[in-house]
């Protein structure tokens, strides 16, 4: 058994399994209709399902939105995700369920109302939750992947900004011993291991889906297996809080949710930040780059100690900067080109558009490494 956290590594075991599977065929609308009125027969008798429509975006779930009529209420929208049977992540919907009850009134965040955990009734695993309105960029943002590059713009930087801080903020200080996260484990045995449990769930997570060897992607494991650092403090982490992953009101700047925790784990809240400062997710204007769109680095990271209480050390924050580009990878030149090449998700042509900025990723940690050799 891999050593890291032992909900992970349960998870590590039955994606092998699923490998052999012949594969995935996207679900038809028709199907889902099918799925859908058989699941609230039983759950909600009397109701009705109308307006099914499959969402775009994403890179690993099947997500539709539809209209609930349950008898005596009015109607309302919803979300279902379904998992696909691999993607460019591997996640759980009982742990994606418990972090956003967890979190109902400490920052925005759509509320799941119903968990397939197991697939008894939906293909595969399974979440249902409120449509919550929103957009995840301006409309003046043009065609582009949803958080990649990203640009806010003014006013709405502006309107932004106060919220993102204060809302990570709320993330990274919650009080996770008080919330029954029984889906999640812990990291208390030594001030490394939360660490040391996400770098080993990640390097088995290359190694079985390195498509390509690359010798810097060697070189990055074995830095970031002798430089862990201490995690005094664990918290929750969110594991992809930026410009793209929560929705707001355009016209006021408004966040009305916060979107994708399914990569959340309880851990060192500078991976969070040095996720941030990856350069795809921020924009570069005028030779600026300002992290998700919202502040230069310096400046956000000021702004981020002031909301949060929680002092940036330097050290750490490199460290998770490495790990970060280490593990987008992991993701995009990994997990989402074997899920591509094994044809085992609805996101293919995604997919392997996301595999072409894996040079990107290897040009990122070769400097980096370089940056560390040379102090």
């Given at each position: 058994?891999i050593?890291?956290e032992p909900q992970l590594a349960?998870m590590?075991?039955?994606?092998?399994?699923?490998?052999?599977l012949p594969p995935y065929?996207?679900q038809a609308?028709?199907?889902?209709a099918?799925l859908?009125?058989?699941f609230?027969?039983?759950?909600?008798p009397g109701s009705?399902?109308s307006?099914i429509?499959r969402i775009g975006?994403?890179a690993?779930?099947?997500?539709?939105v539809?209209?609930?009529?349950a008898?005596?209420e009015?109607?309302?929208?919803y979300?279902?995700?379904?998992?696909a049977?691999e993607?460019?992540?591997?996640?759980?919907?009982a742990?994606?369920?418990?972090i956003?009850?967890?979190f109902?009134g400490?920052v925005p965040?759509?509320d799941?109302?119903?968990?397939d955990a197991?697939?008894?009734?939906?293909p595969?695993?399974a979440?249902i939750?409120?449509f919550?309105?929103?957009v995840?960029k301006?409309?003046?943002?043009g065609?582009?992947?949803?958080?990649l590059?990203?640009v806010l713009?003014?006013?709405?930087?502006g309107?932004?900004?106060p919220?993102?801080?204060?809302n990570l903020a709320?993330i990274?200080n919650?009080?996770?011993?008080?919330?029954?996260?029984?889906q999640f484990?812990?990291?208390?045995a030594d001030?490394?291991?939360a660490?040391r449990?996400?770098?080993n769930?990640?390097?088995?997570?290359l190694e079985?889906?390195a498509v390509?060897?690359?010798?810097?992607l060697?070189l990055?494991?074995?830095w970031l297996?002798d430089h862990?650092p201490?995690?005094?403090?664990?918290c929750v982490?969110h594991?992809d809080?930026?410009t793209?992953n929560?929705?707001f009101?355009?016209?006021?700047?408004?966040?009305?949710a916060i979107?994708?925790?399914?990569?959340?784990?309880?851990g060192?809240?500078?991976?969070?930040l040095?996720?941030l400062l990856q350069?795809?997710?921020?924009?570069?204007?005028?030779?600026?780059?300002?992290?998700?769109?919202?502040?230069?680095?310096?400046?956000?990271?000021?702004?981020y100690?002031?909301?949060?209480?929680?002092?940036?050390?330097?050290?750490?924050?490199h460290?998770?900067?490495?790990?970060?580009?280490?593990k987008?990878?992991?993701?995009v030149?990994?997990?989402?080109?074997q899920a591509?090449?094994?044809?085992h998700n609805?996101q293919?042509?995604?997919?392997?558009?996301l595999?072409?900025?894996?040079?990107?990723?290897?040009?990122?940690l070769?400097?980096l490494l370089?940056m560390?050799e040379?102090?």
């Open positions: 058994m050593d890291t349960a590590l075991e039955a994606r092998k399994a699923r490998r052999a065929i996207p609308d028709a199907d889902v099918a859908l009125a058989s609230f027969a039983r759950e909600l009705s399902v307006g429509a975006g994403g690993s779930k099947e997500q539709f539809f209209t609930l009529a008898p005596g009015d109607p309302r929208r979300v279902l995700r379904m998992d049977l993607g460019i992540t591997e996640t759980s919907r742990r994606e369920y418990e956003l009850k967890a109902a400490v965040v759509p799941p109302v119903w968990l197991e697939a008894a009734h939906f595969t695993p979440v939750m409120e919550v309105p929103g995840t301006p409309q003046t943002d065609v582009s992947v949803t958080g590059g990203t713009g003014d006013p709405l930087r309107l932004i900004a919220q993102y801080y204060d709320r990274h919650f009080d996770w011993t008080k919330a029954g996260l029984t484990t812990a990291p208390t001030p490394k291991q660490t449990w996400l770098i769930f990640w390097k088995e997570l079985q889906d390509t060897r690359e010798p810097v060697r990055a494991t074995q297996e862990v201490d995690c005094e403090a664990p982490v594991g809080y930026r793209g929560y929705l009101d355009e016209a006021s700047g408004r966040i009305t979107l994708d925790w399914e990569m959340s784990y309880i060192d809240f500078h991976a969070d040095g996720w350069p795809v997710f921020g924009s570069c204007i005028d030779g600026v780059f300002r992290v998700s769109d919202i502040a230069p680095r310096d400046e956000w990271i000021a702004a100690e002031a909301a949060s209480g929680n002092r940036v050390d330097p050290v750490k924050l460290y998770f900067t490495v790990f970060n580009a280490w987008s990878y992991i993701l030149s990994a997990l989402g080109m591509a090449r094994t044809a609805h293919d042509v995604l997919l392997t558009f595999a072409a900025t894996g040079p990107m990723f290897v040009d990122d070769a400097r370089m560390e040379s102090r």
